[in-house]
């Protein structure tokens, strides 16, 4: 065992002076142990009271920095509750209509349906599939990615499907922002975390990394985990770009178990917790054994969190973690607090999923043995343009079997798989290992932005030859 594990077992038991008497610290201790987590916050809120506020581990496994409540996290996508929060503050005042084509309204947006509502935005019902390989390529700032949102193709008819969208919810903060006269991330601090004394949260990456309390990421690695750094989600930032410690989250809860009061009007709140489909404006709607939860999780890179709210019960829980990747464990402890509080039979949540992950294959990419290339590797080289994902350049492997490609400074090889059809040969993201291009007279056809764990994608993206 190492000197840092020891270390940051020792911090289990001696951050909190009580935990190895709780049985609730020692399933926490057993998920963080099990899938690798360095540092966790949690926080429950119930009738107005903290009923728990607990930290565990390391916030920096090298310089071995403990968690504390002032430890600031990224949150990630639990931002679309927030940039939910300050829509419900501008409606409840009249600003703008849910039901109101965004066309128009915001500058630079037009989609192929012109009817699609700010409600289709943050219900990820717009019929654009999630495309999240654009803001990744980080090439465009929010103007240029809003501008290119049109030359991306429906996939589905304006709310008959979820599609799960952070450019669609960065598009509804920018309504917002333009709405209020100025950018989302103003409005929502002078609105929003100014008024509810959120004083150490942040929304923008810069800011995260000018805080000295600040939580390093980390990513499952072969073997153990691996340092990483924060991904900048400051483009679509209404979506991604939260960053806030426990202290700040507990005031964020119970403003939302108040239904807003007194920024926003509580039936506005209320109106973000309904819907269709299990999704409402920013908050995915749950039943939890016979309670109705309202939550959203947030993964980004180095990080994950969970929000979750039982309105009817009057508790809030929040749980922050520097572990992204395949980590479940602030969902599975902020569903093991929420039996606690609401005095359920206990449901061992965390042994359910570790049995569950045991017994599921674990997949693995497996690069396709090369193949012959159906033409001259000079005959495929040249630049390929899609309208809203930019030109990619294609060019022969100088004394190589190879072709290299790059697209907006992403260099990247392809290998023959036989015929026109080329795989990516390794990560380099967005562009994913095993990825393919198959070449077809003068265009190349690519599912860069499909996510494999999604089942509706926009399938092949078609660039075309200018040159």
Same mark, same amino acid.
């Given at each position: 065992?190492?000197?840092?594990?020891?270390?940051?077992?020792?911090?289990?038991?001696?951050?909190?002076?009580?935990?190895?008497?709780?049985?609730?610290?020692?399933?926490?201790? %057993?998920?963080?142990?099990?899938?690798?987590?360095?540092?966790?916050?949690?926080?429950?809120?119930?009738?107005?009271?903290?009923?728990?506020?607990?930290?565990?581990?390391?916030?920096?496994? #090298?310089?071995?920095? +403990?968690?504390?409540? #002032?430890?600031?996290?990224?949150?990630?996508?639990?931002?679309?509750?927030?940039?939910?929060?300050?829509?419900?503050?501008? =409606?409840?005042?009249? =600003?703008?209509?849910?039901?109101?084509?965004?066309?128009?309204?915001?500058?630079?947006?037009?989609?192929?349906?012109?009817?699609?509502? =700010?409600?289709?935005?943050?219900?990820?019902?717009?019929?654009?599939?999630?495309?999240?390989?654009?803001?990744?390529?980080?090439?465009?700032?929010?103007?240029?990615?809003?501008?290119?949102?049109?030359?991306?193709?429906?996939?589905?008819?304006?709310?008959?499907?979820?599609?799960?969208? !952070?450019?669609?919810?960065?598009?509804?903060?920018?309504?917002?922002?333009?709405?209020?006269?100025?950018?989302?991330?103003?409005?929502?601090?002078?609105?929003?975390?100014?008024?509810?004394?959120?004083?150490?949260? %942040?929304?923008?990456?810069?800011?995260?990394?000018?805080?000295? !309390?600040?939580?390093?990421?980390?990513?499952?690695?072969?073997?153990?985990?691996?340092?990483?750094?924060?991904?900048?989600?400051?483009?679509?930032?209404?979506?991604?770009?939260?960053?806030?410690?426990?202290?700040?989250?507990?005031?964020?809860?119970?403003?939302? /178990?108040?239904?807003?009061?007194?920024?926003?009007? +509580?039936?506005?709140?209320?109106?973000?917790?309904?819907?269709?489909?299990?999704?409402?404006?920013?908050?995915?709607?749950?039943?939890?054994?016979?309670?109705?939860?309202?939550?959203?999780?947030?993964?980004?890179?180095?990080?994950? =969190?969970?929000?979750?709210?039982?309105?009817?019960?009057?508790?809030?829980?929040?749980? /922050?973690?520097?572990?992204?990747?395949? !980590?479940?464990? +602030?969902?599975?402890?902020?569903?093991?607090?929420?039996?606690?509080?609401? !005095?359920?039979?206990?449901?061992?949540?965390?042994?359910?999923?570790?049995?569950?992950?045991?017994?599921? +294959?674990?997949?693995?990419?497996?690069?396709?043995?090369?193949?012959?290339?159906? %033409?001259?590797?000079?005959?495929?080289?040249?630049?390929?343009?899609?309208?809203?994902?930019?030109?990619?350049?294609?060019?022969?492997?100088?004394?190589?079997?190879?072709?290299?490609?790059?697209?907006?400074?992403?260099?990247?090889?392809?290998?023959?798989?036989?015929?026109?059809? *080329?795989?990516?040969?390794?990560?380099? *993201?967005?562009?994913?290992?095993?990825?393919?291009?198959?070449?077809?007279?003068?265009?190349? /056809?690519?599912?860069?932005?499909?996510?494999?764990?999604?089942?509706?994608?926009?399938?092949?993206?078609?660039?075309?030859?200018?040159?």
């Amino acid at each position: 065992m190492g000197r840092l594990t020891v270390l940051w077992l020792i911090l289990l038991l001696v951050v909190r002076p009580a935990l190895a008497a709780d049985p609730f610290d020692d399933l926490v201790a %057993r998920a963080m142990a099990h899938w690798q987590v360095p540092g966790l916050a949690l926080a429950a809120v119930q009738d107005g009271e903290v009923v728990v506020e607990q930290v565990y581990g390391l916030r920096d496994v #090298e310089a071995g920095l +403990p968690v504390t409540p #002032e430890t600031l996290f990224q949150l990630g996508s639990v931002t679309k509750s927030l940039t939910a929060s300050g829509l419900a503050l501008l =409606a409840g005042q009249g =600003a703008f209509d849910w039901d109101a084509p965004v066309d128009g309204l915001l500058p630079g947006f037009a989609l192929t349906d012109a009817d699609v509502t =700010a409600r289709d935005l943050m219900t990820h019902r717009s019929g654009v599939p999630r495309h999240d390989a654009l803001w990744y390529l980080e090439a465009y700032d929010r103007d240029q990615l809003i501008r290119r949102l049109g030359h991306l193709t429906p996939t589905r008819e304006r709310g008959a499907a979820f599609q799960y969208s !952070n450019l669609m919810v960065m598009a509804a903060g920018a309504l917002a922002g333009h709405l209020a006269g100025t950018t989302w991330e103003d409005f929502t601090r002078t609105r929003l975390l100014e008024p509810l004394a959120m004083d150490n949260a %942040r929304l923008s990456l810069a800011g995260f990394l000018a805080a000295p !309390n600040r939580a390093t990421g980390y990513f499952p690695g072969e073997p153990g985990r691996i340092r990483i750094p924060p991904r900048d989600t400051d483009q679509i930032a209404p979506a991604a770009a939260l960053y806030a410690d426990l202290e700040d989250m507990i005031r964020y809860l119970r403003f939302l /178990l108040a239904r807003g009061d007194p920024l926003v009007l +509580p039936g506005e709140i209320e109106r973000l917790w309904r819907g269709d489909g299990g999704y409402g404006l920013g908050f995915y709607l749950r039943d939890h054994r016979g309670f109705r939860v309202v939550r959203h999780g947030g993964v980004i890179d180095g990080y994950a =969190a969970e929000l979750l709210l039982a309105p009817e019960a009057d508790i809030g829980i929040v749980v /922050l973690s520097n572990l992204s990747g395949a !980590n479940p464990v +602030p969902r599975l402890v902020a569903k093991t607090l929420l039996d606690r509080l609401l !005095n359920l039979e206990p449901i061992d949540w965390i042994g359910r999923r570790m049995a569950r992950d045991a017994a599921a +294959p674990r997949p693995a990419y497996k690069l396709v043995a090369l193949g012959t290339p159906a %033409r001259p590797l000079a005959a495929y080289a040249g630049r390929y343009r899609h309208p809203a994902y930019g030109t990619m350049e294609i060019a022969p492997e100088p004394d190589g079997p190879r072709l290299q490609g790059r697209l907006h400074g992403i260099d990247f090889l392809l290998v023959p798989r036989g015929g026109d059809l *080329w795989q990516v040969a390794e990560t380099v *993201w967005p562009l994913r290992a095993g990825l393919e291009m198959r070449f077809e007279g003068d265009t190349l /056809l690519t599912p860069l932005a499909d996510v494999p764990s999604d089942a509706l994608n926009p399938g092949d993206l078609v660039f075309r030859r200018i040159r």
